[in-house]
C-alpha cells in the first residue's frame, strides 16, 4: 500500500502512517473480493457476516461474548488487544452477538476490529524493539466505543482509518459505484450528488443498505464519504461522467 509517514499527534507512536482515502478503498476492495472467492467462489454482496467472522477468526483471536461495558460511561463495542507474541486478542461486546436486531452494528464492529488488525498490527511490532509496549499501561490496546465504530469524524486518526476501512470492506467502492450508476440511470436522475435528505438520496441509501446488508448510518456515511450524497440544498454535477 501506498502509505506518508506523518507525526503522530496523539503520542502514540513516533510517526503514524497516513493513508489517501483511495488507497484503504482499493487494499479494501481486494480484502472483500478475496475473501468472496476464497468463500463462496464467486464476488456477490453482501458479504454474510459468517464470512466476515471467518476473516476476523483468521487474523485473530476472538472473544465474540465478552463483557465490555459493565463498568463504563459508554457503550464499548470492541477491544483489540496487540500481544508480544501471538496473534491480537480481540473481544467484541456480548450484546450485539447475541441480539439478532444488532446484526449490522455487529458486522460493523467486526470489520472495524478487523481493520484495527489488518492495518494498525505492524505498527506495534515495528516498535517493540524501542518501547516496552506490552506492559499493562493501555497502549497495546485500541478500544472502540459506539461512537468510534459509527462516526465518520476524524477527530482520532486510528478510530477513522478503522471506521474507513469498515465502510470500504462491507460497501467496496466499485460494487457502490455500479449500484449508483444503476440507480441513476433507471430513474433518468441527472445529478450524481444527491441531497442526503431529498427523495433520491433516501431511495439510494435505502438500496445499499439493502444490497450491503447495513445499517441507515453507514450507508449514508459511505456514500457521502464516496462523493454520492450532500447535505447541500444545491444539486451537484455528475460524479459519473
Known sequence: MRVKWVPDP???????????PGVLDEECERVSEELLLKRRGVVAYPISTDDLLFALDEQASVDHYAELDADSSVE??????????????????????????????????ITHEFAHVRFHG???????QTLNLF???GRSSQTCNRQQVESSAPYDWIEWQASYCSGAI?????AVRK????????????????????LYGEGLMEDVMAQFKVSSLAAKVRLSKLGFLTDSEVAQPSLLT
Open 135 to 137: 506492559e499493562d499501561d
Open 122 to 128: 505492524f505498527l506495534f511490532a515495528m516498535i517493540e
Open 76 to 109: 464499548v463495542w470492541g477491544i483489540t488487544k496487540f500481544l508480544k507474541d501471538g496473534k491480537p486478542e480481540v473481544r467484541i461486546n456480548r450484546r450485539l452477538s447475541e441480539n439478532s436486531r444488532l446484526e449490522n452494528p455487529y458486522r460493523t464492529t
Open 179 to 198: 449500484l449508483v450508476t444503476e440507480f441513476l440511470r433507471d430513474r433518468s436522475v441527472p445529478v450524481a450528488r444527491l441531497r442526503a435528505s431529498s
Open 10 to 20: 496523539a503520542g502514540r507512536f513516533p510517526r503514524r502512517p497516513h493513508y489517501e
Open 170 to 174: 462491507l460497501m467496496p467502492t466499485g
